[in-house]
């Protein structure tokens, strides 16, 4: 079992940076893959970033390419997202989850641990 935190939203203008975290407790976060996905209103939750356990592998949905990073510092059992240039199509509710795998994963129906979500909302 593991415990996930969000913190970290806020609204912003387009054009700036936010940084979102999520706290991990229960296991060793060494243990899983994390990945942070959002839910745009009125929309279905999608993929955003996902990261291997030890932080050396990494990949992102289209979307945000190149404007947001994935990172984690294991010793912490933190994963960060990084945000920069967001534009007002990243408002949503962003949420962090964990699977206990070696393997990467983009398909929400593959992480069994989810945080609360923290809201991010970037206006124009």
């Known amino acids: 079992q593991v415990q996930l935190v969000e913190s970290g939203g806020g609204l912003v203008q387009a054009g700036a940076s936010l940084s979102v975290s999520c706290a991990a407790s229960g296991r060793a976060s060494s243990s899983y893959v994390m990945g942070w996905f959002r839910q745009p209103p009125g929309k279905e939750r999608e993929f955003v970033a996902t990261i291997s356990r030890s932080g050396d592998s990494t990949d992102y949905a289209d979307s945000v390419k190149g404007r947001f990073t994935i990172s984690r510092e294991n010793l912490k059992n933190t994963v960060y997202l990084q945000m920069n240039s967001l534009k007002p199509e990243d408002t949503a509710v962003y949420y962090c989850?964990?699977?206990?795998?070696?393997?990467?994963?983009?398909?929400?129906?593959?992480?069994?641990?989810w945080g609360q979500g923290t809201q991010v909302t970037v206006s124009s």
């Open positions: 989850a964990a699977r206990f795998s070696s393997l990467l994963s983009t398909r929400v129906n593959e992480y069994p641990y």
